[in-house]
């Protein structure tokens, strides 16, 4: 989904394009092609989410589990967490390499499930998002992620998932261009490929893959890159392999077991 005024494309994160949502064409977003535009706006969300989740947990580093009983519960954390150190301490390089790794891991975030939370979803607008155009992001995405949308998407009104199901945003970067560049600004364009819906028996929005490209424009503030304006369009998608859907089942234990990157690039 786009975020902030330059939009220049409709879609979404989680709902939002790659993640399978559309927020409402006039805001903007990351989308996914889906069966609806309720699904587009999902992606566009989900994109978003995915950048801060993943910027936060990245700087956060290491596993929270704080007891046995707990972490017997969960998955292993090496098949969890995101393998070897947080490679980024203090923000990104001040070069077109740098433009590129801060667009992919904020696509990430911009793309997760922490999106569809508003807490989460502003402290993610907080790490990527240049302090002037904040404001203006977070009130746009507080109208997208309405009641009525996370219905559309399967979960409860609240933002919450329902019991016995898992839902699943991720959008994942595979590769980078810059098409524009100075020494304190860059438009890049990222290439994703995107996972969102509701994993579970009797799902009425099951797990389904988009392929989009998100293009930020980046400006270097206070000594990292931020988000200045944010679109999307489909594509570039490849030919459908063979590959048979997986059960409901398959898909859930997947998502719980399988843990997303906190870094890309």
Same mark, same amino acid.
């Given at each position: 989904?786009?975020?902030?005024?330059?939009?220049?494309? =409709?879609?979404?994160?989680?709902? $939002?394009?790659?993640?399978? *949502?559309?927020?409402?064409?006039?805001?903007?977003?990351?989308?996914?092609?889906?069966?609806?535009?309720?699904?587009?706006?999902?992606?566009?969300?989900?994109?978003?989410?995915?950048?801060?989740?993943?910027?936060? @947990?990245?700087?956060?580093? %290491?596993?929270?589990?704080?007891?046995?009983?707990?972490?017997?519960?969960?998955?292993?954390? =090496?098949?969890?967490?995101? =393998?070897?150190?947080?490679?980024?301490?203090?923000? @990104?390089?001040?070069?077109?390499?740098?433009?590129?790794?801060?667009?992919?891991?904020?696509?990430?975030?911009?793309?997760?499930?922490? *999106? #569809?939370?508003?807490?989460?979803?502003?402290?993610?607008?907080?790490?990527?998002?240049?302090?002037?155009?904040?404001?203006? #992001?977070?009130?746009?995405?507080?109208?997208?992620?309405? !009641?009525? @949308?996370?219905?559309?998407?399967?979960?409860?009104?609240?933002?919450?998932?329902?019991?016995?199901?898992? #839902?699943?945003?991720?959008?994942?970067?595979?590769? $980078?261009?810059?098409?524009?560049?100075?020494?304190? =600004?860059?438009?890049?364009?990222?290439?994703?490929?995107?996972?969102?819906?509701?994993?579970?028996?009797?799902?009425?929005?099951?797990?389904?893959?988009?392929?989009?490209?998100?293009? *930020?424009?980046?400006?270097?503030?206070?000594?990292?890159?931020?988000?200045?304006?944010?679109?999307?369009?489909?594509?570039?998608?490849?030919? !459908?392999?063979?590959?048979?859907?997986?059960?409901?089942?398959? *898909?859930?234990?997947?998502?719980?077991?399988? %843990?997303?990157?906190?870094?890309?690039?």
């Amino acid at each position: 989904m786009s975020l902030g005024d330059d939009h220049q494309s =409709s879609g979404g994160y989680g709902g $939002t394009s790659g993640t399978r *949502m559309r927020l409402p064409e006039e805001e903007g977003g990351h989308r996914r092609s889906g069966r609806s535009s309720s699904r587009s706006l999902v992606t566009v969300v989900g994109v978003v989410v995915l950048l801060i989740a993943a910027i936060a @947990f990245a700087n956060r580093g %290491g596993d929270d589990s704080d007891s046995p009983e707990a972490a017997a519960d969960k998955p292993k954390a =090496s098949s969890t967490a995101p =393998s070897g150190t947080a490679p980024v301490q203090s923000g @990104f390089a001040q070069d077109e390499q740098g433009a590129q790794s801060a667009a992919a891991n904020y696509a990430v975030a911009l793309g997760s499930a922490d *999106m #569809f939370d508003k807490a989460k979803r502003a402290s993610i607008l907080q790490a990527i998002i240049v302090p002037s155009r904040t404001a203006d #992001f977070g009130a746009t995405l507080d109208k997208a992620y309405s !009641p009525q @949308f996370n219905k559309a998407v399967g979960l409860n009104e609240d933002g919450s998932t329902p019991k016995g199901y898992t #839902f699943v945003s991720r959008t994942s970067p595979i590769g $980078t261009k810059v098409t524009e560049s100075s020494a304190d =600004s860059a438009t890049v364009d990222v290439w994703c490929s995107g996972l969102l819906g509701l994993a579970g028996k009797n799902s009425t929005t099951p797990v389904t893959s988009s392929w989009f490209t998100i293009t *930020m424009k980046l400006e270097w503030v206070d000594g990292d890159w931020k988000i200045v304006t944010h679109s999307q369009k489909d594509g570039p998608a490849p030919i !459908p392999g063979d590959n048979k859907a997986s059960s409901a089942d398959e *898909m859930a234990k997947a998502v719980q077991e399988y %843990g997303g990157f906190s870094y890309a690039r």
